[in-house]
């Protein structure tokens, strides 16, 4: 296979445990330039620049395996280890997957090197397929995780072509990863569902943020994408979005595992809070320290 491509098809194939179709999965090309780290945003993506020879490249795309006859998709991890009460869900599942798809996709093709069309679908099968799977699995934050960047991966689409609207579609996927982040926390923190113990955490693939991460992002999502039509509703929000947030400055210092970008973030994005609520909290650190 040639260097100069971005992606190759494993020779190994895949047998998709719900309809036994046979594939190969798409893999991401390392090196020779082809991933040019940029910034990293607020939401902790890593923006990545064009290079000359490949052009943009977009990592987000490849993580999902997908089937490509019904579409059925989980993380590499999970895709094979299904039960088989699991597998029975979802293969019943697969005309409301696929009509749905299509509706906002006129075609899907896994079977050639992904678009962001596909790598949006594939968060979006993600999403639906990790329904059906126990707790085990921990399924609530990887469909949070999924939705964050099905919303990342809208935007590309819109920023190409923007008059198909994919920017309403990321604000549906942003919602759905308000709701997935706050509830994954919520059941760790009673113990109905522990965030995942050999997964990356993410939310991006350049760097774990772990579970600071995690904590941040439910303060982010519900400060930027909670709802605001009830003015008294949303200061409860903001509250709880600041408390959340202020919440990574009680865990320690700029270390190896909590780098200083987290916390650089996180101070923005209280003082916006803040700034919103019409509090005058200069310190975070000592604000949180007072509360």
């Given at each position: 296979?040639?260097?100069?491509?971005?992606?190759?098809?494993?020779?190994?194939?895949?047998v998709?445990?719900?309809?036994?179709?046979?594939?190969?999965?798409?893999?991401?090309?390392?090196?020779?330039?082809?991933?040019?780290?940029?910034?990293?945003?607020?939401?902790?993506?890593?923006?990545?620049e064009?290079?000359?020879?490949?052009?943009?490249?977009?990592?987000?795309?490849?993580?999902?395996?997908?089937?490509?006859?019904?579409?059925?998709?989980?993380?590499?991890?999970?895709?094979?280890?299904?039960?088989?009460?699991?597998?029975?869900?979802i293969?019943?599942?697969?005309?409301?997957?696929?009509?749905?798809?299509?509706?906002?996709?006129?075609?899907?093709?896994?079977?050639?090197?992904?678009?962001?069309?596909?790598?949006?679908?594939?968060?979006?099968?993600?999403?639906?397929?990790?329904?059906?799977?126990?707790?085990?699995?921990?399924?609530?934050?990887?469909?949070?995780l999924?939705?964050?960047?099905?919303?990342?991966?809208?935007?590309?689409?819109?920023?190409?072509?923007?008059?198909?609207?994919?920017?309403?579609?990321?604000?549906?996927?942003?919602?759905?990863?308000?709701?997935?982040?706050?509830?994954?926390?919520?059941?760790?923190?009673?113990?109905?569902?522990?965030?995942?113990?050999?997964?990356?955490?993410?939310?991006?693939?350049?760097?774990?943020?772990?579970?600071?991460?995690?904590?941040?992002?439910?303060?982010?999502?519900?400060?930027?994408?909670?709802?605001?039509?009830?003015?008294?509703?949303?200061?409860?929000?903001?509250?709880?979005?600041?408390?959340?947030?202020?919440?990574?400055?009680?865990?320690?210092?700029?270390?190896?595992?909590?780098?200083?970008?987290?916390?650089?973030?996180?101070?923005?994005?209280?003082?916006?809070?803040?700034t919103?609520?019409?509090?005058?909290?200069?310190?975070?650190?000592k604000?949180?320290?007072?509360?």
């Open positions: 296979m040639s260097e100069s491509t971005v992606t190759f098809f494993s020779k190994k194939p895949i998709c445990p719900v309809c036994e179709t046979t594939f190969y999965r798409e893999e991401l090309r390392t090196g020779r330039g082809r991933l040019i780290a940029g910034s990293l945003t607020h939401e902790l993506r890593r923006q990545y064009p290079s000359q020879k490949y052009g943009r490249v977009y990592p987000l795309i490849y993580p999902v395996t997908v089937c490509p006859d019904c579409f059925y998709a989980a993380y590499p991890q999970d895709f094979l280890e299904i039960p088989e009460s699991v597998r029975q869900k293969e019943a599942d697969r005309t409301r997957r696929t009509e749905t798809a299509h509706r906002i996709f006129k075609r899907l093709e896994f079977t050639e090197p992904r678009d962001l069309e596909e790598g949006v679908a594939s968060y979006f099968f993600a999403v639906m397929c990790y329904d059906f799977f126990p707790k085990e699995f921990s399924p609530t934050f990887k469909q949070g999924s939705s964050l960047r099905g919303a990342w991966l809208c935007n590309d689409l819109h920023r190409r072509s923007p008059q198909e609207n994919y920017d309403y579609l990321a604000k549906v996927f942003y919602r759905k990863a308000r709701f997935f982040y706050e509830h994954s926390v919520e059941l760790e923190q009673t113990g109905e569902e522990s965030l995942p113990q050999q997964f990356p955490l993410g939310p991006d693939l350049d760097k774990n943020y772990g579970y600071d991460g995690v904590l941040y992002l439910v303060g982010y999502l519900d400060y930027r994408y909670g709802s605001r039509d009830d003015p008294e509703q949303r200061k409860i929000a903001l509250q709880r979005a600041k408390r959340t947030v202020a919440k990574i400055f009680g865990m320690g210092k700029a270390s190896k595992n909590k780098p200083q970008a987290i916390l650089d973030n996180a101070r923005e994005v209280y003082q916006q809070i803040a919103e609520l019409g509090l005058e909290e200069k310190d975070p650190e604000a949180e320290d007072a509360s």
